[in-house]
């Protein structure tokens, strides 16, 4: 079993924040005939899909790793595994390529709409984040996903994530391999898996990971590190190798600084922003900044908590120096820049701009008197505060990504908010803003509103109908 503290460490030692750690900017070397990318030989569907008698001593060979959470099929999805296999190519970090035709052998975990009518046509294919020491689906949203009829494809790119599903699984994934036999240990040939990850979901027919569906646009994903190995791609390896993907779309990470064909849409939280420099948007470029969001959040660290303990034993704890994980819901912010991305690459319609985090003279993040951050894609939970959300925290391992979260007490929401019928009309405002601009999706506005009605704020609060107390 893999030891969540040694995990963390690597995680921490790996992971990749926007302003901290800076893109090499890469000439742009697309040759005359770009490579080709080959077709991957697909098995599968595996056996099982879902967890099976967690009393039997194989229980780990029965489903995939980190097998979504939820009822899948009550949102009209399927989960299924496949393997990957074929010959990659080899690059170093600058894009020059090391060696052809090297056997590999790896996995894609796939969520899909069970009918083929309830697909929207696009695959948000995710490089599965490895900084944990294992593979992270770190940007699966089922509520977002599953209720636009998305595809989400998960591929496992890397040496670590590959070495620890062999570990977890001998029977199930002992014959993975993603390094051409120990020759090339430092993910020279994941920027080709990835890529035939892409050819291989494309395909129709016999044992296609998508069944009968096409995909009409292929968008790759990645968050943290995984954005920072997707920047590798775009700057250095992309201009050799033919366009698999529609567009790229790099999360709480970095973002690449060549321009190419293929719109790039960067989504930072405000814990990834460390300096008022930033690059212009382009027209082939867009970055939003969320005030108030973590890195790694509330929401995500819930939903990955239950199955972190099936699949790990348990899991982990932190110790920060402030309450973490800030509430603000990125994920509202990327429902929105998915469907945006989409527009821009199947019909050239750009994404809006949005306001940049606001930043003091000293070089400090600006805040209004409440601690919250100024500027950028303010929220309902920002907007209409009930909380200190930032992106801001300290202490053990991973406390520096997840922000902080501190409900303000009943004295400063009576301050705030004469009546609770003020606040849900100022949840309501900042959200039909947002609406107007394009940040937040029409379903994701409604739970806000929603979540608001239960609040409990205001000299009437107690004469308000009773629900129970939430801190959006």
Not at 37 to 47: H, I, K, R, Y
Not at 299 to 305: D, L, S
Not at 404 to 412: K, L
């Amino acid at each position: 079993m893999v030891s969540l503290v040694t995990t963390a460490r690597v995680m921490v030692a790996g992971v990749v924040v926007a302003g901290l750690a800076a893109a090499p900017a890469h000439a742009d070397a697309r040759r005359s005939a770009p490579a080709p990318v080959s077709a991957p030989a697909v098995e599968g569907p595996l056996p099982g899909s879902v967890p099976g008698d967690p009393s039997s001593p194989d229980v780990r060979d029965t489903y995939p790793w980190l097998s979504a959470g939820g009822d899948l099929a009550a949102r009209g999805y399927v989960e299924q595994e496949f393997l990957l296999s074929g010959t990659a190519d080899a690059y170093d970090t600058t894009g020059r390529p090391l060696a052809s035709d090297v056997p590999y052998r790896t996995r894609i975990i796939v969520r899909r709409p069970a009918l083929q009518a309830a697909f929207n046509g696009t695959v948000l294919a995710e490089w599965q984040n490895v900084s944990a020491g294992f593979d992270l689906d770190a940007l699966w949203s089922p509520d977002q996903i599953t209720r636009a009829g998305y595809a989400w494809v998960g591929v496992s790119a890397q040496r670590v994530g590959v070495d620890q599903l062999r570990g977890w699984s001998p029977a199930r994934y002992g014959g993975l391999d993603v390094t051409g036999g120990g020759r090339f240990t430092a993910d020279e040939l994941s920027y080709d898996i990835f890529s035939q990850a892409a050819k291989a979901v494309r395909a129709r027919g016999g044992k296609a990971p998508l069944g009968r569906s096409t995909a009409r646009t292929v968008l790759a994903v990645g968050a943290s590190q995984s954005a920072g190995r997707m920047t590798v791609y775009y700057d250095a390896v992309l201009p050799r190798i033919e366009s698999v993907f529609d567009g790229f779309a790099t999360i709480v990470g970095t973002a690449p600084t060549r321009a190419g064909a293929e719109p790039v849409f960067q989504v930072l939280s405000e814990t990834d922003v460390r300096s008022p420099a930033r690059p212009p948007d382009r027209d082939r470029f867009r970055r939003w900044e969320v005030a108030g969001a973590a890195h790694s959040g509330w929401a995500g660290q819930e939903y990955r908590r239950p199955l972190l303990t099936r699949d790990l034993g348990q899991a982990p704890e932190y110790a920060c120096d402030q309450p973490p994980f800030s509430r603000v819901p990125l994920h509202h912010v990327l429902a929105a820049a998915y469907d945006h991305l989409t527009r821009w690459a199947e019909r050239g319609v750009a994404p809006p701009a949005a306001p940049p985090l606001l930043f003091n003279p000293d070089g400090t993040k600006a805040r209004d008197e409440l601690g919250l951050a100024l500027g950028g894609i303010r929220l309902s939970q920002v907007a209409a505060p009930t909380a200190l959300n930032n992106g801001d925290n300290s202490g053990d391992l991973f406390c520096r990504l997840f922000g902080t979260h501190i409900p303000f007490d009943q004295a400063r929401l009576d301050q705030l908010y004469r009546h609770r019928a003020l606040y849900v009309a100022a949840v309501a405002a900042a959200d039909a803003h947002n609406l107007r601009q394009g940040y937040l999706l029409a379903p994701d506005a409604a739970q806000n509103l929603k979540d608001a009605t239960g609040v409990e704020v205001g000299h009437r609060a107690e004469i308000a109908s009773p629900a129970r107390r939430t801190t959006p």
